[in-house]
């Protein structure tokens, strides 16, 4: 113990933890920049000198905790996030006037179909000029073979009653029921095996082709359209789809003979 106590650099050495009211002032702040920030490492308040803790502060961001995000850090993701560069959104009013036309082209879309669907053969068949007329007026004829039971025809109803009011006024359209037995001898001569049967006849009642069973709208068109500008010929001249048996026809005299159907 008398070694020690008469030893001046052990008295020294121990002093700062003797005598804590005569520390020098910068090891007392160095202790307090510790204690303010006790999130960072110690290693980064052993920095005493103004310089060093200047050229420190990047150093002091890269040591955070981990999971800890900075006030610099998250000014910085915000203004990425409202990058300017970006395209905006519709406002508004353009996302009303964009359902507003959706709107209205589904009820376009809607009507049409159930105008379509309205047609039957019954409004052909009334709507039809008689076979003896349309031989007689001067105009090439489209002769439609069909029955009411036949699937087929019923189908093409819609796409028939389209062509026909294009050119009701230059083209006869007439229709003939299967199951009337007064059109026994138009069958025979027109070789009607399947239906719907279109048979084309020029302008003096010479068939020019027929189309048989389901097709595209086209076959029916465009040969409608060569018979109204009065070719010699059309372009679908015979052409056969998916059609009715006429075997399966339903045999019937009709009363009167005026009658087409």
Request: aromatic share 8%.
């Amino acid at each position: 113990m008398a070694r020690v106590a008469s030893n001046p650099l052990c008295l020294h050495r121990f002093r700062p933890y003797l005598q804590a009211s005569q520390s020098s002032p910068s090891l007392l702040k160095s202790t307090f920049h510790y204690q303010t920030k006790p999130r960072k490492f110690p290693t980064v308040s052993c920095q005493t000198s103004p310089e060093s803790s200047e050229t420190s502060t990047p150093a002091e961001k890269e040591v955070l905790e981990p999971g800890l995000v900075s006030d610099d850090t998250k000014r910085e993701d915000t203004g990425a996030s409202q990058d300017p560069g970006l395209p905006e959104f519709p406002n508004k009013d353009v996302n009303k006037r964009i359902a507003v036309v959706s709107l209205l082209a589904a009820a376009g879309l809607f009507l049409s179909s159930r105008l379509d669907i309205g047609v039957s053969l019954t409004d052909l068949s009334a709507a039809a000029l008689p076979y003896e007329e349309a031989l007689s007026n001067g105009k090439p004829t489209v002769v439609e073979f069909y029955a009411d039971w036949c699937e087929v025809c019923r189908e093409l109803a819609p796409d028939v009653y389209k062509v026909e009011q294009q050119y009701k006024d230059r083209v006869n359209f007439v229709l003939l029921n299967v199951d009337n037995t007064k059109w026994e001898q138009e069958l025979d001569e027109f070789g009607v095996e399947g239906i719907p049967h279109f048979a084309f006849l020029d302008r003096k009642g010479n068939e020019e082709g027929n189309v048989v069973g389901r097709l595209p709208g086209k076959y029916l068109l465009e040969n409608v359209e060569a018979l109204a500008r009065g070719e010699a010929s059309i372009p679908h001249a015979r052409v056969v789809g998916q059609y009715s048996s006429a075997e399966k026809r339903k045999v019937r005299s009709v009363v009167d003979p005026r009658s087409h159907g």
